[in-house]
């Protein structure tokens, strides 16, 4: 009889074994559910270093779990060790802008406040929280910071931000990761599965021609500068650049224009307008008319060579004789390509006309160029 009881022992002990091995497998089952959130990007309004940006993420969620938090990672390296990117500021409250695709109700915005230093998985963090969230959809999410989130403050630098959502447990539900870049203080800027990657060139044209308009301005040496001379009544300056993208993006990338003031030319209260053209519907360069100082009595305009524009009318540009557009605040499509590139390159142009009533001085400005690659 002790002998049976024995063997009673030993299946029981058997047995407990059994279900714990079950339990350890099913946990790393649930692990393994993380799905990755596709079209995923970060588009940043200004790459200029250590400068307060706007940070517009959007994604779509392949999951239908309810959303109650997502997680925005800023860091050095798209994986392994997360450092936080020099001389970031992420305030306690950011600002959110419209906040879409999430399902539920209430959305609340909190970051590490003050400078990212270090390392550590909440050390460079946002966090978006939904107040009351439901059952998701599989649809585009578009998130907002629109304050609260100052750049790094080393130039010519690529950072990323890991991607997180999470439901109420909180348990990770998806994930992927995005990259930025900033550049220089004056800026022709960019914002930036397989680890992302980006590479963005500006060099400097000295002759030929741009849209079949002739090149009468050497860029110099340097890729971000437009030095147009000494300008003169009835006679266009035309200058140009070669923009050379390289990503991995799956569904390609766009490059956009800006003027960092408007108007994008001045000498104290003096100014050159922007061309009437707009990127919508640019057209063919005419003259300035205006009859009073400053008021259209100089033009500034851009053109592309791109033909194949993701908005609007693709070729709007390269139609002869060539189009023209006036240099805006709001960043505006220059470049475009559907698929990801290697060393794809692209001649952009600038245009610059005065009439005899613009009043003498040292006229300068500045124009931002963003590339927003698209994972």
Same mark, same amino acid.
């Given at each position: *009889? =002790? =002998?049976?009881?024995?063997i009673?022992r030993?299946?029981?002990?058997?047995?407990?074994?059994?279900?714990v091995? *079950?339990?350890?497998?099913?946990f790393?089952?649930?692990?393994?559910q993380a799905?990755?959130?596709?079209?995923? =990007?970060d588009?940043?309004?200004?790459?200029? %270093?250590?400068?307060?940006?706007?940070?517009?993420?959007?994604?779509?969620?392949?999951?239908s779990?309810?959303?109650k938090t997502?997680?925005?990672?800023?860091?050095?390296?798209?994986s392994?060790?997360?450092?936080?990117?020099s001389? *970031?500021?992420?305030?306690?409250?950011?600002t959110l !802008?419209t906040?879409?695709?999430?399902a539920?109700?209430?959305?609340?915005?909190?970051?590490?406040?003050?400078?990212?230093?270090?390392?550590?998985?909440?050390?460079?963090?946002?966090?978006?929280?939904?107040?009351?969230?439901?059952?998701?959809?599989?649809?585009?999410?578009t998130?907002p910071?629109?304050?609260g989130?100052?750049?790094?403050?080393?130039?010519?630098?690529?950072?990323?931000v890991?991607?997180?959502?999470?439901?109420? !447990?909180p348990t990770?539900?998806d994930?992927?990761?995005?990259?930025f870049?900033v550049l220089?203080?004056?800026?022709?800027a *960019?914002t930036?599965?397989?680890?992302?990657?980006l590479?963005?060139?500006i060099?400097a044209?000295s002759?030929?021609?741009?849209?079949?308009?002739?090149?009468?301005?050497?860029?110099?040496?340097? %890729?971000?500068?437009?030095?147009?001379g000494t300008?003169?009544?009835?006679s266009?300056?035309?200058?140009?650049?070669?923009?050379?993208v390289?990503?991995?993006?799956?569904?390609g990338y766009?490059?956009?224009?800006?003027?960092?003031?408007?108007p994008p030319?001045?000498d104290?209260s003096?100014?050159?307008?922007?061309?009437?053209?707009t990127?919508?519907? %640019?057209?063919?360069?005419?003259?300035?008319?205006?009859?009073?100082?400053?008021?259209?009595?100089g033009?500034?305009g851009?053109t592309?060579?791109?033909?194949?524009l993701?908005?609007?009318?693709?070729?709007?540009?390269?139609?002869s004789p060539?189009?023209?557009?006036?240099?805006?605040?709001t960043?505006?499509?220059i470049?475009?390509?559907?698929?990801?590139?290697?060393n794809q390159?692209?001649?952009?142009?600038?245009?610059?006309?005065i009439?005899a009533?613009?009043?003498?001085?040292?006229?300068? !400005?500045?124009?931002?160029?963003?590339?927003?690659?698209?994972?």
């Amino acid at each position: *009889m =002790k =002998k049976y009881k024995n063997i009673i022992r030993l299946t029981a002990l058997t047995i407990l074994t059994v279900l714990v091995g *079950m339990l350890v497998f099913q946990f790393h089952i649930a692990e393994l559910q993380a799905a990755t959130l596709t079209s995923a =990007k970060d588009v940043i309004s200004t790459s200029r %270093p250590g400068v307060a940006a706007i940070h517009t993420f959007t994604f779509t969620t392949p999951s239908s779990t309810a959303i109650k938090t997502i997680l925005f990672q800023f860091c050095t390296a798209a994986s392994g060790t997360c450092t936080a990117p020099s001389g *970031m500021i992420l305030t306690a409250v950011p600002t959110l !802008g419209t906040v879409t695709g999430i399902a539920g109700t209430g959305y609340a915005a909190a970051g590490t406040s003050g400078t990212c230093t270090g390392t550590g998985n909440t050390d460079c963090t946002a966090t978006l929280t939904v107040t009351t969230p439901t059952t998701q959809t599989v649809t585009a999410v578009t998130v907002p910071f629109n304050s609260g989130i100052t750049n790094p403050s080393t130039a010519s630098t690529v950072s990323f931000v890991r991607v997180t959502t999470r439901d109420t !447990g909180p348990t990770t539900i998806d994930t992927n990761t995005v990259a930025f870049a900033v550049l220089t203080s004056t800026s022709m800027a *960019m914002t930036a599965g397989v680890d992302p990657t980006l590479t963005f060139s500006i060099a400097a044209v000295s002759s030929g021609a741009v849209n079949t308009a002739t090149i009468n301005v050497s860029s110099g040496t340097g %890729p971000a500068v437009i030095p147009f001379g000494t300008l003169t009544s009835g006679s266009t300056k035309i200058a140009a650049h070669d923009v050379t993208v390289s990503t991995n993006g799956l569904t390609g990338y766009t490059v956009t224009v800006a003027a960092l003031a408007n108007p994008p030319l001045a000498d104290g209260s003096n100014n050159i307008d922007v061309f009437t053209g707009t990127n919508a519907a %640019p057209t063919s360069w005419s003259s300035p008319a205006g009859s009073a100082a400053s008021a259209n009595t100089g033009f500034f305009g851009y053109t592309t060579e791109e033909n194949a524009l993701g908005t609007g009318t693709a070729a709007r540009f390269t139609t002869s004789p060539p189009k023209w557009a006036g240099v805006i605040t709001t960043p505006e499509e220059i470049i475009y390509n559907a698929t990801g590139a290697v060393n794809q390159t692209t001649r952009i142009g600038w245009q610059v006309e005065i009439n005899a009533l613009q009043p003498a001085g040292s006229y300068v !400005g500045s124009v931002l160029l963003v590339a927003t690659p698209t994972y």
